[in-house]
């Protein structure tokens, strides 16, 4: 017996296994191969098939020896296959973008939001501190230098005597123009937009009182008291030239903020973060009180990018909507609500009910959520309740009343998903290539190593618990207390998949050249919305089963 090499240099991990054998599929990772044993000089089927669909199947005959590639010796499956790695890498470049995208606008509003405080902060210390500053320190050495530089000297002794007189003045006002005048990052930070206004001043300040010394000089030289310009200039000229040389030359505070400027832009920072947040982020439903109108209800989550529509659509009046979400940051993050003797339901909050226990970002969001919904429905609204993709319908649990017991044991089982990435399967599983998995998030959240990593976790399970958590699938951990919630209070309401909020992919359709009068080329769809059925595909798969 000889072997027969399978490459896989697609980038989604594929199973292979012999037609004549009852051997398991073999997984091949990207950028690895597999080796499978074939009767020297007989000609067998390989089969191959995808990891994540298993009923894309694709085959070929090949003989023991031979080296066969994914992309190249399945025919239709290889191409199929192309076409998905395709759509996949436009589908992540599409959610990477719009994740950069996301963060590009939240940090220019919070730094919008700093910026204002920082200036508003600014015009607070140059209208208060500075004002008192020029009035005490500035204004008094600088009417006395304009006094002096008009009084006209009538002997030698009143040359004297008003040119000696300037001497300490110029001294003041050299020191405040050059510390005053200097480019310092603490400056900049604590004045804000109105640092160069304040620089500007202090440099006005020194031509203004050079000015009146250079008119002091001229009239004196005039008199015929020209030597007093020995007295007059040393000062400015030594003094003030002197200290912004050495100030600028040799001043490493000039680029750097002070200890407590730092904290002051930290904590400016933080506060513009929950400001913009509560503006932004935060989600509180928008109700349109209209009977007969869609009104969501129940959402899920991880579909990051499609609830960035959702909200704004919502925001903007076009989208009725009861969804509330109350993320870290704003101010009722953690916030939780007592529940009413009459309701019969165990805790002292929401928690208990919603979640087994108390968690984190709290319960206030449900209170709202129920104050919504409540809404919705005495103005006669049709819910709505979005599931996964291709999950309408599926992750219920049995009623309310379970609902927080039933989160409990997910989250005990989820744990187990930790552990196991730690065991000698989990490492056999990198070795073999896993490693090699994309880890770029799409729309939904997850990545190919992510969902690899959790199809062996659930393999792993006895088989109770990954039914349990195979069950589980199709709605968020809240979305299960909300659906349950609709149901306890005999809500009617409709099953939507997300779907339909998500950009159509497309289909790419191969044609071989052979295949006359047949388009060529490729033909894009949006997914339609018809009778709330989402239509996948305009074309039945060619390979394989479905």
């Known amino acids: 017996m000889a072997a027969l090499s399978v490459t896989n240099d697609l980038q989604t991990p594929i199973e292979v296994k012999l037609q004549s054998q009852s051997d398991e599929w073999k997984v091949v990772y990207p950028k690895t191969s597999c080796n499978v044993g074939a009767l020297d000089g007989v000609v067998t089927s390989v089969e191959v098939r995808w990891r994540e669909r298993p009923e894309v199947t694709g085959s070929c005959q090949a003989a023991s020896g031979s080296s066969l590639q994914a992309s190249l010796n399945f025919g239709p499956f290889s191409q199929e296959s192309k076409g998905r790695d395709r759509a996949e890498a436009r589908e992540l470049a599409r959610e990477r973008k719009r994740r950069e995208d996301a963060q590009t606008r939240m940090d220019t509003m919070i730094q919008l939001v700093a910026t204002k405080k920082r200036d508003a902060a600014g015009f607070n210390l140059a209208s208060g501190a500075y004002c008192v500053i020029g009035a005490f320190c500035i204004m008094p050495p600088l009417a006395l230098l304009a006094l002096c530089a008009a009084i006209p000297p009538e002997n030698a002794d009143e040359a004297a005597l008003l040119a000696s007189a300037t001497v300490p003045l110029c001294c003041c006002l050299s020191f405040c123009s050059v510390l005053g005048g200097l480019k310092r990052a603490r ?7 109105y640092a160069d206004h304040c620089r500007i001043g202090f440099h006005l300040l020194g031509l203004l009182s ?37 100030l600028y030359f040799n001043n490493p505070a ?14 400016e920072l933080r506060e513009a973060r929950v400001e913009v947040s509560n503006r932004t982020i935060r989600f509180e439903g928008s109700v349109i009180r209209e009977r007969g109108r869609p009104c969501v209800a129940s959402w899920p989550g991880k579909y990051a990018g499609a609830w960035e529509s959702l909200v704004s659509q919502g925001q903007k009046g076009e989208v009725s909507a009861a969804v509330v979400f109350l993320p870290h940051g704003t ?7 007592r529940i009413l003797e009459t309701e019969g339901l165990p805790g002292t909050c929401w928690c208990t009910p919603l979640y087994g226990e108390q968690k984190p970002w709290g319960c206030h969001w449900f209170t709202k959520w129920r104050e919504n919904i409540e809404a919705a429905v005495e103005s006669g609204a049709e819910l709505e309740v979005y599931y996964f993709q291709n999950h309408v319908g599926k992750g219920k649990v049995d009623s309310f009343d379970t609902a927080g017991d039933d989160n409990l044991e997910r989250e005990r089982l989820n744990r187990k998903q930790e552990e196991f990435e730690k065991s000698p399967q989990f490492r056999q599983a990198m070795d073999a290539g896993l490693g090699n998995l994309s880890e770029q998030p799409r729309g939904d959240g997850s990545s190919q190593y992510s969902r690899e990593a959790r199809r062996l976790f659930l393999a792993s399970l006895p088989e109770a618990e990954r039914q349990f958590l195979a069950a589980s699938e199709g709605l968020g951990n809240s979305q299960k ?15 939507v998949d997300v779907s339909t909020w998500l950009p159509g992919e497309g289909v790419e359709r191969y044609v071989p050249a052979s295949a006359k009068g047949q388009l060529q080329g490729r033909g894009h769809f949006t997914n339609p919305n018809l009778d709330r059925e989402i239509v996948e595909d305009l074309h039945p798969h060619t390979l394989g089963v479905g």
Request: glycine share 10%; charged share 25%; proline share 2%.
């Open 254 to 267: 000039r680029q750097e903020l002070d200890d407590e400027s730092v904290l002051t832009r930290d904590r």
């Open 481 to 495: 207390a909300e659906v349950a919630w609709l149901e306890k209070k005999g809500y009617a309401y409709w099953e």
């Open 187 to 193: 400056d900049d930070f604590r004045l804000g937009r």
């Open 331 to 337: 101010d009722d993050y953690g916030k939780c609500d």
């Open 210 to 246: 050079l000015a009146l010394l250079t008119a002091m000089t001229a009239q004196h030289a005039l008199q015929g008291f020209g030597w007093t310009a020995a007295i007059l200039w040393p000062v400015p000229i030594f003094l003030g030239g002197g200290c912004s040389c050495l």
